[in-house]
C-alpha cells in the first residue's frame, strides 16, 4: 500500500514540476531529468534493503515516468496522437496489474516494479526529434522559481492523495493548502501556478470535464468488480477476466475517437463524452447484469482516456505557447487527482 501511495503521490506532484522544468529550461532538459529519475530510482529499488529506501526509489520512478509523459504530451501536437498516448495509459493500466503478477510469480515483486526501466529505450529516439524538430532551443524561461506556489500545489494534492487512505487530517491539509493556495496567486499571478492559465475559460473547462470523468472511471474501476459479486454473483476470475476485456475495449475505442475528434468539434466532442459518461454512471447504478456492469466500465474507460486526449490539447492550446507545458502539466495534475477521490468515493458508495 505504501508503494502505490508513493507512486501516485510522485507522479501526481511530479508532472507539475516537470512541466515546469520543460517549459523554463525546453524538451531536453526535461527528457534528460525523467529518464535519470527513472532509472535511479529503478536502481535504487532493486537494490535497497530497506522500505524506506524502496519507497524514495519508487517515488524517483514515478517523477521520472512524470517528466517523459509531460514530453511525450508536449511534442503530441494533436488530439490524434495524444490518443496513441492516452489509450496506451489506459491499456497498460488495465493490463498492468496481471502482467505484474505473472512477473511476480516468475521473478520477483522488484522485478515488477522494474519494468518501467523498459521506457528510457524510447529515449535515445526522442532525443533525436527533439533535436530536430527545434534545433535551437527558446532561452531559459527569466524570474526566479515559485518555490512557495510549488509548495503549496504539492501539498494540496497531497491532501487529495491521502483522501482514501486518512480522510479527516487529508481534508484538513487540502483545505489549508487551497486557501493558502489561492492567496499567493492573488499575490503572484505568473508564479507557479499563472492566472493566464486558470482564467482562461477553455482549460477550466476542459480540466474540470477530466477531472470529473476520470473521477468517474475510477469509481467504478473499484466498485464493478464489488456490484458484479453482489449483483451477479460471478466468480472472481470471472470477474478480472471480464473487466480486462472491458477496460482495453474501452481505451481502444477512445483512440478512434480521438482520431476523428478534430472533424467532430470542440462542443459535440465535449457532448458525446458527458452522455456516455453519465450513462456509464446511471448503468452502473442501476444495473444488475454482469455484462451491462462491465459495458459500465468500459464506457467509464473510453471518457477518461478520450478526455486526457482530447481536452489537453484544448487545454494547452487555450493559453499563450510560453505556458503551454504549464497547462498541460496542470491539466494531468487535475485528471490524476481523480485517481485518488475515485477511491474515496468508491469506499464511500460501495466499498464500505
Known sequence: ????????????????????????????????????????????????????????GRAAQAAGAAGLIAVAMSLAGDARRMGVISAGFGMLGASGPLLGERITDAVSWRAALAVSVLALLAVPAVGRHIAKATPAEAPPAEGRFDTRGALLLATLATGLILLPTYPLPAIGVAVCAAVLLALHIRRHPDGFVPTAVLRAPVFRTAALLALTLST??????????????????????????????????????????????????????????LMVGTLAATTAAWAHSAPALLAAAGAAVFCATGANATQSMDAASAVPPTQRPTAIGLFTLGYQLGGALGPALATLLVLG
Open 1 to 56: 500500500a505504501w508503494l502505490v501511495t508513493a507512486f501516485a503521490w510522485a507522479r501526481t506532484v511530479g508532472m507539475p514540476l516537470l512541466a515546469t522544468l520543460l517549459r523554463r529550461r525546453g524538451a531536453r532538459a526535461a527528457l534528460r531529468a525523467g529518464a535519470g529519475l527513472v532509472l535511479g530510482g529503478t536502481v535504487v529499488l532493486v537494490a535497497s534493503p530497506w522500505l524506506p529506501l524502496t519507497l524514495i
Open 216 to 273: 468517474s472511471y475510477f469509481v467504478l474501476l473499484f466498485s464493478v468488480p464489488r456490484l458484479i459479486a453482489r449483483r451477479a454473483d460471478w466468480s472472481t476470475g470471472a470477474v478480472a477476466t471480464g473487466q480486462l476485456v472491458a477496460l482495453l475495449t474501452g481505451s481502444a475505442l477512445a483512440l478512434g475517437f480521438a482520431a476523428i475528434s478534430a472533424r467532430l468539434g470542440r462542443v459535440r466532442v465535449r457532448a458525446v463524452l
